[in-house]
């Protein structure tokens, strides 16, 4: 259904170009301060701001003067946004104009308003008439009813001591902004080299757009209590991505977490996708790994790595999905091998990506025999077969997790307690070569 309703007195609210300067947290949250210019009468005064957000958090909402004496009284957020049907419903009993597809006049005091169908009582022959929903082309009123806005919209009740323009900072947060990180790497297992270029990942979803931006993003597990939020302002998104000679992010620690400040102002338009480069592409030193947990399946493929200068990256790594490729040497192309998820890591610390199960490496876990020396005691033989069905050499580290008070006997290979419950094996495997892991436990409970 398609028509118009035509509003003869229009409304106006005030809409401010503000300088904006936008922070991004992980959680989906942003705080936004803005320096504008508000013209104010002498006297008090309500005034309208909608140039805001649909997500703003009003119980946060900091005014603070930069000139002249601006008494605050008070705040109210307005969100009864006008529509075809909260109109009519103010409508009720009063007279409205419809025009049909058909070109038929209609002329008369509403009486209901649904889904389907419009009913009015003639001015003319004082008749009900029904009218289609679907049959309708125009809608005429007299006004826009009061208290309906056409934005979100801030109403102020302040008092000026002049008339005149007043500086202001006016911060609040909103959520609808978030932002991620996605490491995209090309590994070389051949010279042990993982190559690494990053993206921040910007979604707006405040229903507002913030042109020439100031942008900061946080990156760590900032405390925000969350709330249900009902307003909505989402749509398709348009994608924009940075090229060569783009602005990069300076990082320096905030508080207790890490703060990335872009070079250059940004525009963050809503309901867009914007992608930037957190750092330039670097290139790190990093190993295979291969990793089979007792009692489990599989054998998993990692990428191993330390987060240090030495090795070629010793900064902070906000969360973020790694997708990790490698170049197939038959046409030179990249081929995807696998995706993992970093957690916030600071420097010199180790990462290890999964990038999978390795096809070719096969483990099993078997308990050979257990006994029960007593009410709290047991004793278990266990034996992990490892097989390297590949055609290189393989080193497989055997993670083995325990618990109460035990002890290891008669362990066919050395062993690191990596802490109170749980202890590595680790065996280099030539191609082709089987080998059976043993060793005895005995546990306390």
């Given at each position: 259904?398609k028509?118009?309703?035509?509003i003869?007195?229009v409304?106006l609210?005030?809409c401010l170009n503000?300088?904006d300067?936008?922070?991004?947290?992980n959680?989906?949250?942003?705080?936004?301060?803005?320096s504008?210019?508000?013209?104010l009468s002498k006297?008090?005064q309500?005034?309208?701001?909608?140039?805001?957000?649909?997500?703003?958090?009003?119980?946060?909402v900091?005014i603070?003067?930069l000139?002249g004496n601006?008494e605050i009284?008070s705040?109210?957020?307005?969100?009864?946004?006008?529509?075809?049907s909260?109109i009519?419903?103010?409508?009720?009993?009063?007279?409205i104009e419809?025009?049909?597809k058909?070109?038929?006049?209609?002329l008369g005091?509403?009486q209901?308003?649904d889904?389907?169908?419009?009913?009015?009582?003639?001015?003319n022959?004082?008749?009900l008439?029904?009218?289609?929903?679907?049959?309708?082309r125009?809608?005429?009123?007299?006004?826009?009813?009061?208290?309906f806005?056409?934005?979100?919209?801030?109403h102020?009740?302040l008092?000026?001591p002049?008339?005149g323009?007043?500086?202001?900072?006016?911060?609040y947060?909103?959520?609808?902004m978030k932002w991620?990180?996605t490491y995209n790497?090309?590994w070389?297992?051949?010279i042990?080299k993982?190559e690494?270029?990053?993206?921040?990942?910007?979604i707006?979803?405040t229903?507002?757009?913030?042109?020439?931006?100031?942008?900061?993003?946080i990156a760590?597990?900032?405390?925000?209590?969350?709330?249900?939020?009902?307003r909505?302002?989402?749509?398709?998104?348009?994608v924009?991505s940075?090229?060569?000679?783009?602005p990069?992010f300076?990082?320096?620690?905030f508080?207790?977490f890490?703060m990335?400040t872009?070079s250059?102002?940004v525009?963050i338009?809503?309901?867009?996708?914007k992608?930037l480069?957190l750092?330039?592409?670097?290139?790190?030193?990093a190993e295979?790994?291969?990793?089979?947990?007792?009692?489990?399946t599989?054998v998993?493929s990692?990428i191993?790595f330390?987060?240090s200068k030495?090795d070629?990256?010793?900064?902070?790594?906000?969360k973020?999905?790694v997708?990790?490729?490698k170049?197939?040497?038959a046409?030179?192309?990249?081929e995807?091998?696998?995706?993992d998820?970093?957690d916030?890591t600071a420097?010199?610390?180790?990462v290890?990506i999964t990038t999978?199960n390795?096809?070719?490496l096969v483990?099993?876990?078997?308990t050979?025999?257990r006994?029960k020396l007593s009410?709290k005691i047991i004793e278990?033989?266990?034996?992990?077969t490892?097989?390297?069905?590949s055609?290189?050499?393989?080193?497989i580290?055997?993670i083995?997790?325990l618990y109460?008070?035990?002890?290891i006997?008669?362990n066919?290979?050395s062993f690191?307690?990596?802490?109170?419950?749980q202890?590595e094996?680790?065996k280099?495997?030539k191609p082709d070569?089987?080998y059976?892991?043993t060793w005895t436990?005995?546990?306390?409970?």
């Open positions: 259904m028509f118009k309703i035509i003869l007195v409304f609210i005030t503000a300088k300067q936008v922070t991004i947290y959680e989906n949250f942003s705080l936004v301060r803005s504008i210019d508000i013209t006297g008090i309500s005034y309208f701001m909608d140039n805001i957000p649909s997500t703003i958090e009003a119980n946060s900091i603070k003067p000139k601006i009284f705040q109210n957020y307005e969100y009864d946004l006008a529509n075809t909260k009519l419903e103010k409508y009720i009993g009063k007279d419809i025009i049909s058909d070109d038929i006049k209609f005091k509403l209901f308003n889904s389907s169908t419009i009913g009015i009582i003639e001015n022959t004082n008749k008439i029904l009218i289609q929903r679907d049959e309708i125009n809608i005429s009123l007299a006004e826009l009813p009061k208290n806005f056409l934005k979100p919209t801030l102020w009740r008092n000026a002049k008339a323009k007043f500086p202001i900072d006016f911060s947060m909103c959520t609808g991620d990180v790497t090309i070389n297992e051949d042990g993982l690494i270029n990053s993206w921040v990942t910007i707006n979803r229903g507002k757009a913030f042109l020439d931006t100031k942008l900061k993003l760590g597990d900032v405390q925000k209590i969350h709330q249900q939020i009902d909505r302002a989402y749509a398709k998104f348009a924009e940075t090229t060569g000679g783009a990069d300076e990082e320096k620690a508080h207790d890490h990335y872009l250059e102002n525009n338009n809503n309901n867009q996708t992608q480069r750092f330039p592409t670097k290139t790190v030193n295979s790994r291969y990793e089979y947990i007792t009692g489990s599989d998993q990692k191993k330390i987060n030495k070629g990256l010793g900064i902070p790594l906000p973020g999905v997708k990790i490729y170049k197939d040497d046409d030179n192309e990249l995807f091998i696998g995706e998820y970093l916030h420097k010199d610390e180790e290890f999978g390795a096809f070719d483990a099993k876990t078997i050979v025999e006994l009410n278990r033989e266990m034996k992990v490892l097989k390297n069905r055609r290189k050499t393989k080193t580290t055997v083995h997790n109460g008070n035990w002890s006997m008669k066919s290979l690191i307690k990596k802490s109170a419950t202890i094996f680790e280099e495997l070569e089987v059976e892991l436990e005995r546990i306390e409970s």
